[in-house]
C-alpha cells in the first residue's frame, strides 16, 4: 500500500530554503572521494545537517544537496561535475518511497529530468533499516550526460530496480503526470 504524500506551501518553503542552502554550501565530493575518509575541517554528510533536510507529510526524509562531483574519471566511472543529489527515504523499515512520490519530489527540488533520466540507486536496503532512494542528475549539460544513450542505460536501470513493486509501466506514468501539469 502506497503512503500518500502531501507538498504543502510549507513544504514548498522548507524546499526553497534547503535548496537555497545547498547551492550556498556545494558539497566537495570529488575531494572526499580522493581520500576516502572524512577529515578535519571536511563538511559532515549532508543527511547530518538539518539545513540540507525536509520532513514530508506523513513520514518521508528527504536530503537535498548540491555537489561537486568533479570532472575526471575514478575507478571506471566518469566524473558528473556539478550535480544534484536527493535523498529520499520514509520512516517505515525495509520500504522505500514510491517512485512516482519520489518523482515529484525531485521536481519540487528544480531536477530538469524525469527520475528515470537521472542516476538512481537505493542504499541500506534491509528488513530492519530506513533505505533510501538517491537521485544525481549533473547540473550541467555536458554531452557526457545529456544523450539519448545514456539516457536508454538510464531508464533500463531505473526500470530494474523499481519494476517489481510497480503494476504499471513507470515511464509512462511519470510521463502522464508531467504532461497533466
Known amino acids: ?22 547551492w550556498k554550501n556545494i558539497v566537495p ?13 571536511m563538511p559532515a ?42 535523498s529520499m527515504s520514509i520512516n517505515r523499515p525495509g520500504r522505500i518511497p514510491n517512485p512516482i512520490a519520489v518523482d515529484m519530489v525531485i521536481e519540487e527540488f528544480g531536477f530538469e529530468n524525469p527520475l528515470y ?7 541500506g536496503f534491509g528488513e530492519k533499516t530506513f533505505p533510501a532512494i538517491n ?13 539519448e544513450d545514456t539516457f536508454k542505460i538510464l531508464e533500463e536501470s531505473c526500470l530494474s530496480i523499481f519494476a517489481p513493486m510497480l503494476e504499471e509501466n513507470l515511464i509512462e506514468t511519470i510521463k502522464k503526470r508531467r504532461d497533466m501539469k
Open 29 to 41: 565530493i570529488a575531494e572526499l572521494s580522493k581520500s576516502g575518509e572524512l577529515k578535519e575541517g
Open 135 to 147: 537521485v544525481l542528475e549533473p547540473v550541467d549539460h555536458n554531452a557526457r550526460f545529456h544523450n
Open 117 to 123: 533520466r537521472c542516476v538512481v540507486w537505493v542504499e
Open 1 to 22: 500500500m502506497s503512503i500518500p504524500i502531501i507538498i504543502d506551501n510549507r513544504v514548498r518553503e522548507n524546499i526553497f530554503r534547503v535548496v537555497e542552502y545547498a
Open 45 to 86: 554528510p549532508a543527511g547530518d545537517k538539518k539545513e540540507h533536510v525536509v520532513l514530508i507529510p506523513q513520514c518521508f526524509r528527504v536530503v537535498f544537496s548540491i555537489e561537486n562531483q568533479g570532472e575526471e574519471t575514478i575507478e571506471e566511472k566518469p566524473g558528473l561535475g556539478m550535480c544534484r543529489h536527493l
